[in-house]
C-alpha cells in the first residue's frame, strides 16, 4: 500500500499541533486516519515520510534497493508536509504501531523524544556505525538530532537555508549580487518593475512553517540573541525591532500578496521569473522547475551577511524509529541504512535528495548547480535553540510575524506580543 497525499494542508500553529497530543486517545487508531500496517509473509515496515522533492523521493525511489540488500520490505506511506506533521502527532498521542520509522522535522525532535514518543538508536544500531556516522557530519546535526545524551534521530537529508537570485534582472539594472543585507533591500528595491512583472524579494512569508525562518536569519546577522543564559527570551529588543522593520521593507518590494506566500508561492515567483532575490530559500525547487526562460538567469550563493555575520538557519527532516513500532530492529536498519557511507555517498543525491554526510557532499560537489553554495551556508548556519518548546516558541511567534506582514500591527508591537507568548511558555516549562 502506498498512499500519496500532496499539498499544504490545513494551516494549524504548531503549538496547537502539539498540543492536541494531549488530548488524542486510544480510539484514532481505529478507522481510516492511520493507514493500517501492511501484512507480509516476510518482515515489513511503514515508513512515514514525504513523498516528493528531495525530502522524500530517495525513500521511495531507493525503497528496493533496501529490500535487496536486507531482505525488509517497505510499506511506504507518503503525504505533504502538513499533513505529515498531523499524522505523525496523533500517531503519536494515540500509541499508534501504525508507523516504524517516522521522518521527522528536526524543530520537532526534541519535543517527541521528551514526550517518550522516539526509541533511542543508541542501542538498537551497532555502535561502530553510529561512532563513523558521528565522525563524518556537523557537530550542528548530531545535537539537533539527540537529547540527554541519546541519539533519536539521523539527520539523512542536510538542509539549510540558502540565497537565490535572477542574474538576469540584476545585470538590466546594473547591479552585482549583494553581500550584505542592506545591499539587498536596495537591490530589491530597485529592480521593482510591475510594468514587466519584475519584483525583488521573494520568501514564504506564512506562520506555519516559514514566518520565523525569515526574519531569524535577519536578526541572528546582526548580532540578535533569542534568549539570556537562564533561556528567558530577549528577542524584542531594539535590535530585534529593527530587523523585522527592515524585513518589513523588503516585503514591500513582493509582488501582490506576498505577505501570505506559502513555500509553493516562493517557489512559483522565482521559476517564473516574477521576483529577484529568495535569500531564504529551503529548497532549490525554484531552480529545478524554473521555465526554458527563467531557468539559466537562476543562481545560487551563501545569504547576505549583516553587521555580524552570515546567519541561514540550519534545517533539515531526519529519520527516527517511533516507540510504538512492531518491531525496532528492521526499523533502525533502514535509519542506519539511510545514513551510512556508501548509500549517502552514491544514492541519494542521484534519487534527488542531499546528504547529511560530509564525505558524501565532497563526493557529489558538483552534482548540482546550487550543491556548492548549500554545502557553503552550511558551514554557517546557525541552529534553533535546542529545546523540546522549540515547535511552540515557533508558532507563537509566527503568528504575531505574519500580523506584521500584513500591517495588522507595528514591528514593537508583534514582537511584544510574541516575547510575552514565549516568556509563558518557558515558565510553564519550568525554565524559571
Same mark, same amino acid.
Given at each position: 500500500?502506498?498512499?500519496?497525499?500532496q499539498?499544504?494542508?490545513?494551516?494549524?500553529?504548531?503549538?496547537? =499541533? #502539539?498540543?492536541?497530543?494531549?488530548m488524542?486517545?486510544?480510539?484514532?487508531?481505529?478507522?481510516?486516519?492511520?493507514?493500517?500496517?501492511?501484512?507480509?509473509?516476510? /518482515?515489513?515496515?511503514?515508513?512515514?515520510?514525504?513523498?516528493?522533492?528531495?525530502?522524500?523521493?530517495?525513500?521511495?525511489?531507493?525503497?528496493?534497493?533496501?529490500?535487496?540488500?536486507?531482505?525488509?520490505?517497505?510499506?511506504?506511506?507518503?503525504?505533504?508536509?502538513?499533513?505529515?506533521?498531523?499524522?505523525?502527532?496523533?500517531?503519536?498521542?494515540? +500509541?499508534?504501531?501504525?508507523?516504524?520509522?517516522?521522518? %521527522?522535522?528536526?524543530?520537532?525532535l526534541? +519535543?517527541?523524544?521528551?514526550? +517518550?514518543?522516539?526509541?533511542?538508536?543508541?542501542?538498537?544500531?551497532?555502535?561502530?556505525?553510529?561512532?563513523?556516522?558521528?565522525?563524518?557530519?556537523?557537530?550542528?546535526?548530531?545535537?539537533?538530532?539527540?537529547?540527554?545524551?541519546?541519539?533519536?534521530?539521523?539527520?539523512?537529508?542536510?538542509?539549510?537555508?540558502? =540565497?537565490?537570485?535572477?542574474?538576469?534582472?540584476?545585470?538590466?539594472?546594473?547591479?552585482?549580487?549583494?553581500? /550584505?543585507?542592506?545591499?539587498?533591500?536596495?537591490?530589491?528595491?530597485?529592480v521593482?518593475?510591475?510594468?514587466?512583472?519584475?519584483?525583488?524579494?521573494?520568501?514564504?512569508?506564512?506562520?506555519?512553517?516559514?514566518?520565523?525562518?525569515?526574519?531569524?536569519?535577519?536578526?541572528?546577522?546582526?548580532?540578535?540573541?533569542?534568549?539570556?543564559d537562564?533561556?528567558?527570551?530577549?528577542?524584542?529588543?531594539?535590535?530585534?525591532?529593527?530587523?523585522?522593520?527592515? #524585513?518589513?521593507?523588503?516585503?514591500?518590494?513582493?509582488?501582490?500578496?506576498?505577505?501570505?506566500?506559502?513555500?509553493?508561492?516562493?517557489?512559483?515567483?522565482?521559476?517564473?521569473?516574477?521576483? /529577484?532575490?529568495?535569500?531564504?530559500?529551503?529548497?532549490?525547487?525554484?531552480?529545478?522547475?524554473?521555465?526554458?526562460?527563467?531557468?539559466?538567469?537562476?543562481?545560487?550563493?551563501?545569504?547576505?551577511?549583516?553587521?555580524?555575520?552570515?546567519?541561514?538557519?540550519?534545517?533539515?527532516?531526519?529519520?527516527? %524509529?517511533?516507540?510504538?513500532?512492531?518491531?525496532?530492529?528492521?526499523?533502525?536498519?533502514?535509519?542506519?541504512?539511510?545514513?551510512?557511507?556508501?548509500?549517502?555517498?552514491?544514492?541519494?543525491?542521484?534519487?534527488?535528495?542531499?546528504?547529511?554526510?560530509?564525505?558524501?557532499?565532497?563526493?557529489?560537489?558538483?552534482?548540482?548547480?546550487?550543491f556548492?553554495?548549500?554545502?557553503?551556508?552550511?558551514?554557517?548556519?546557525?541552529?534553533?535553540?535546542?529545546?523540546?518548546?522549540?515547535?511552540?516558541?515557533?508558532?507563537?511567534v509566527?503568528i504575531?510575524?505574519?500580523?506584521?506582514?500584513?500591517?495588522?500591527?507595528?514591528?514593537?508591537?508583534?514582537?511584544?506580543?510574541?516575547?510575552?507568548?514565549?516568556?509563558?511558555?518557558?515558565?510553564?516549562?519550568?525554565?524559571?
Amino acid at each position: 500500500m502506498k498512499t500519496t497525499m500532496q499539498g499544504n494542508g490545513p494551516s494549524l500553529s504548531r503549538r496547537t =499541533l #502539539l498540543k492536541s497530543t494531549a488530548m488524542l486517545s486510544g480510539a484514532a487508531v481505529a478507522g481510516e486516519f492511520f493507514p493500517a500496517p501492511a501484512i507480509s509473509a516476510t /518482515t515489513t515496515i511503514n515508513v512515514l515520510s514525504l513523498g516528493e522533492g528531495m525530502f522524500g523521493q530517495p525513500f521511495v525511489d531507493l525503497s528496493p534497493e533496501f529490500t535487496k540488500a536486507t531482505g525488509i520490505k517497505i510499506n511506504n506511506i507518503t503525504m505533504g508536509y502538513n499533513e505529515a506533521i498531523q499524522k505523525q502527532v496523533a500517531a503519536f498521542a494515540a +500509541g499508534s504501531s501504525s508507523y516504524d520509522v517516522v521522518q %521527522v522535522d528536526s524543530i520537532y525532535l526534541k +519535543g517527541y523524544a521528551k514526550a +517518550g514518543h522516539l526509541l533511542a538508536l543508541d542501542d538498537l544500531i551497532p555502535a561502530e556505525e553510529l561512532k563513523d556516522f558521528f565522525s563524518d557530519i556537523p557537530q550542528t546535526f548530531k545535537d539537533m538530532y539527540g537529547a540527554d545524551g541519546k541519539t533519536y534521530g539521523m539527520a539523512t537529508i542536510g538542509n539549510c537555508q540558502r =540565497l537565490i537570485y535572477n542574474k538576469a534582472h540584476l545585470d538590466a539594472v546594473g547591479l552585482d549580487l549583494p553581500q /550584505t543585507w542592506d545591499d539587498l533591500l536596495k537591490a530589491s528595491q530597485k529592480v521593482v518593475d510591475p510594468k514587466v512583472s519584475r519584483f525583488g524579494f521573494i520568501a514564504g512569508t506564512e506562520r506555519l512553517a516559514k514566518a520565523f525562518g525569515v526574519w531569524l536569519p535577519i536578526y541572528w546577522a546582526n548580532g540578535g540573541v533569542l534568549f539570556d543564559d537562564k533561556m528567558k527570551p530577549i528577542f524584542a529588543d531594539q535590535n530585534g525591532i529593527d530587523s523585522l522593520a527592515f #524585513l518589513l521593507e523588503l516585503v514591500k518590494t513582493m509582488p501582490p500578496g506576498g505577505a501570505a506566500y506559502t513555500e509553493s508561492d516562493e517557489v512559483k515567483a522565482m521559476a517564473s521569473g516574477l521576483g /529577484t532575490l529568495d535569500p531564504v530559500a529551503w529548497i532549490p525547487d525554484a531552480q529545478v522547475t524554473a521555465d526554458a526562460k527563467t531557468k539559466p538567469q537562476l543562481q545560487s550563493a551563501v545569504p547576505p551577511k549583516g553587521k555580524v555575520c552570515s546567519a541561514p538557519v540550519m534545517g533539515g527532516l531526519g529519520l527516527t %524509529v517511533s516507540k510504538y513500532c512492531q518491531d525496532p530492529k528492521p526499523a533502525a536498519q533502514y535509519v542506519a541504512w539511510f545514513n551510512s557511507r556508501d548509500v549517502q555517498s552514491s544514492m541519494i543525491v542521484q534519487h534527488g535528495g542531499q546528504p547529511c554526510r560530509n564525505s558524501a557532499w565532497a563526493a557529489n560537489a558538483t552534482a548540482k548547480p546550487w550543491f556548492s553554495a548549500v554545502a557553503e551556508s552550511l558551514k554557517l548556519a546557525k541552529v534553533r535553540p535546542q529545546i523540546p518548546e522549540w515547535s511552540q516558541v515557533d508558532g507563537e511567534v509566527g503568528i504575531q510575524l505574519s500580523r506584521a506582514f500584513a500591517g495588522e500591527i507595528s514591528p514593537k508591537e508583534a514582537l511584544e506580543t510574541a516575547q510575552k507568548s514565549v516568556d509563558q511558555i518557558m515558565r510553564d516549562a519550568g525554565y524559571y
